[in-house]
């Protein structure tokens, strides 16, 4: 390969240590996208033609999605979760709607990616409830259901209709603590199904939350008995 004969390369050495094994084993959970890797050729043509400004845009971490998990689950082992921060990380992740709700049917938190955005979205969460053929599923089921496939799915709000989005694919996922189901995930994907990596990472994601509630509950005990 040429030199690059202008330019400058910043090279950045974090105080943080990950394991090169764990790291490489989650991204073998994961189903990355083909948009996710670099362009080699038109790097190596980069290259060629000294154009920098190519080089730098197209330069891509194929790494950055477990680098994000890995930042979010080293959080929460540590202290009390944000949770909103967590469903939008997520979200942007494995490219999905999040809902975490409690085993009412009522949505504590959520997070919806720009693809899966309709003027709908906002208007079915005014009441932050669950709708009721999620929670109904939810309710019979004591396990992970995922990739459930709706062909033509009627839209969560009110008499609208079709939904706008098309092809729907969702997934539900149940958080125990202390031996009882108190809450769940709803993922909720258009146009293609979830990967079985992303599955995983779901499940785990649901182990933080459960975490984080039960830390939450022995706080309000510690506080109460006070």
């Known amino acids: 390969l040429p030199p690059m004969k202008k ?6 050495n974090p105080n943080l240590f990950l394991s090169t094994e764990k790291v490489y084993k989650a991204l073998d959970r994961m189903e990355i996208p083909a948009d996710a890797h670099p362009d080699t050729k038109l790097l190596i043509e980069a290259l060629r033609k000294q154009d920098l400004h190519t080089l730098a845009a197209n330069m891509k971490n194929v790494l950055e999605r477990v680098r994000k998990l890995n930042s979010i689950f080293r959080y929460s082992s540590e202290n009390e ?8 990380e997520l979200a942007n992740i494995i490219k999905s709607n999040i809902y975490l709700f409690y085993e009412n049917g009522h ?21 932050h409830t669950l ?7 939810f309710n019979k089921k004591d396990r992970s259901v995922f990739n459930v496939h709706e062909i033509c799915p009627i839209c969560t709000y009110g008499d609208v209709g079709a939904c706008a ?22 993922l909720i994907r258009y146009g293609e ?22 830390y939450r509950e022995q706080a309000n005990l510690r506080e109460n008995s006070v």
């Open 193 to 214: 199904p979830f990967a079985q990596g992303e599955e995983m990472l779901s499940e785990y994601a649901a182990l933080v939350v459960s975490m984080d509630l039960m």
């Open 107 to 127: 949505i504590f938190c959520h997070a919806t990616t720009p693809d899966f955005q309709c003027p709908y979205n906002d208007l079915s969460l005014e009441g």
């Open 81 to 88: 979760m944000p949770l909103q921060e967590f469903c939008v």
């Open 7 to 12: 330019g400058w390369l910043l090279l950045v």
């Open 131 to 137: 709708p009721d053929a999620f929670l109904c599923l």
């Open 165 to 186: 989005l098309g092809e729907r694919y969702f997934s539900l996922i149940p958080i125990h603590a202390m031996t009882a189901k108190r809450a769940g995930v709803l």
